[in-house]
């Protein structure tokens, strides 16, 4: 088997400035480490891609890849899930929109988003993405993920969160006459207003979901009409991540869903834009 020169790693062995190889040393770990976990997923799917699509038994597929047919079973219960591929390989970062208040230089966080960030947070560790930090992106930057990210934000927000709505073929947001946020289905002309801000409003909100590539990462998009609803479509996604990845794998694509709450725990969740795949 050959190998490729490891330019970047020969790179950082290189590097005369001891701070700025021991700084770059820990970066290309952690880039090492989130690739062999990516490969450790890619091989449980190679297995139950075999088993599944062809008539071999586990014994049959361990004689092939070398190896024990309890080293099989041992990477089919421990291996990353196969939906763990929906984020992209990692890390990932978790963006979140700041907020400017008249009375305050720096930018805050809604508590809703403060919840999404968390909660998405949490759960990307559990399929073993490291995240590095939460990003607080200050509206008055030009701020773009550098790798794989989950993008909290709407396209009122900051730059980034209109540049990806943008380019969506079927869904968007708009502001309409009377000041409040529509998400539109410009495939029917549908037009859904958050249940905030109905005339009789119930404590739900609808929300923007897009999974799309960048260069050669993975971008996941939420965009809620209110905060409240970055929250709902934060839990919704991590929930139903194994079917949404069965049936759309490494596509693009993008939906809507709505979500009920008491207080800021959500209550329950439907879909109101059927996933639409990317052409």
């Known amino acids: 088997m050959t190998t490729s020169a490891p330019d970047e790693f020969e790179s950082v062995r290189a590097d005369p400035d001891p701070i700025r190889r021991g700084k770059r040393a820990g970066e290309l770990i952690t880039v090492y480490q989130q690739r062999a976990t990516e490969l450790a997923r890619l091989r449980r799917e190679a297995i139950e891609d075999a088993r599944r699509s062809t008539d071999m038994s586990f ?10 047919k309890g080293r099989v079973t041992q990477i089919r219960n421990t291996a990353p899930a196969p939906e763990r591929a929906f984020f992209g390989i990692g890390p990932v970062e978790v963006a979140l929109p700041g ?12 508590s809703e988003d403060d ?12 399929l073993a993405f490291v995240v590095p930090h939460r990003v ?7 701020w773009e993920p550098k790798g794989d990210a989950v993008v909290v934000c709407g396209p009122a927000s900051a730059h980034i969160g209109n540049k990806l709505m943008s380019s969506d073929p079927f869904l968007t947001m708009t502001l309409g006459d009377n000041v409040q946020w529509y998400i539109v289905d410009q495939k029917t002309g549908d037009r859904f207003l958050s249940p905030m801000d109905e005339a009789h409003p119930t404590r739900a909100d609808h929300a923007y979901i ?16 209110h905060a409240l609803g970055s ?42 834009v059927p996933p639409r795949v990317w052409s």
Do not use: W
């Not at 014994?59 to 024990?68: R, S, V």
């Not at 799309?212 to 965009?223: M, Q, T």
């Not at 929250?231 to 991590?238: D, R």
């Open 210 to 225: 897009a999974r799309r590539k960048l260069g050669s990462h993975i971008v996941v998009h939420i965009a809620g009409l």
């Open 231 to 272: 929250a709902g479509a934060a839990h919704y996604l991590m929930q139903s991540l194994p079917e949404l990845y069965a049936q759309y794998g490494n596509q693009e694509f993008s939906m809507a869903v709505t979500t009920a709450f008491d207080g800021l725990t959500p209550k329950s969740t439907s879909v109101l």
């Open 99 to 110: 907020r400017l208040l008249r009375e305050r230089s720096d930018v805050v966080i809604a």
């Open 59 to 68: 014994t049959e597929i361990a004689t092939a890849l070398g190896i024990t």
């Open 115 to 126: 919840a999404a960030g968390s909660h998405l947070a949490s759960e990307l560790e559990k």
């Open 136 to 142: 607080v992106i200050d509206p008055r930057d030009e």
